[in-house]
Each structure stands twice: as structure tokens, then as C-alpha cells.
């Protein structure tokens, strides 16, 4: 499942680990791919910057139980 998230209304969509997120920096609003890492655990936080603006994201990634990863991402700086 690919889909597209971050914007003002919503930040946070369902997605089957292991599939990818499209969305956009939330700096300069380029348009971004993010894998779920399916071993990473339950509940993931780390920093990733724009390969654009090199500004930084944080991206935050919560698993449920039923195996459905909620990812977020934040301006971070």
C-alpha cells in the first residue's frame, strides 16, 4: 500500500509494515518516500533530512498490535 500523508488536517494514516509512504518535507514541501522498517519495533523516532533542503524531519513510526504502522512526520530544528 502506498499512500499520502502529512498534511495540516491529518498526521497520521495506517500502513502494512514493510510498505512505503509518500508525503512531502514539511520544510520546502518536496515530495518524500518512506519505508517501514518492519524490524525496527514497536514504537520508532528518528531524524531523517531532506535530500532537497537537508533540513531535518523527525519521523515517528507506532505499530499496532494487528501489525499496522501509524507514521508521523514533524518538523524538526
Do not use: K
Not at 502506498?2 to 520544510?27: A, Q, R
Not at 531535518?56 to 518538523?75: C, H, I, K, Q, T
Request: hydrophobic residues 40%; glycine residues 12%.
Amino acid at each position: 500500500m502506498i499512500g499520502s500523508l502529512w498534511s495540516d488536517e491529518e498526521s497520521f494514516d495506517d500502513y502494512e509494515l514493510g510498505d512505503s509512504v509518500d508525503g512531502f518535507c514539511p520544510h520546502c514541501g518536496e515530495p518524500v518516500t518512506i519505508f517501514v522498517d518492519a524490524g525496527g519495533g514497536a514504537r520508532q523516532e528518528y531524524v531523517e533530512d531532506c535530500s532537497v533542503c537537508c533540513r531535518p524531519w523527525m519521523v515517528r513510526v507506532a505499530v499496532a498490535g494487528d501489525g499496522v504502522a501509524s507514521v508521523e512526520l514533524l518538523a524538526s530544528d
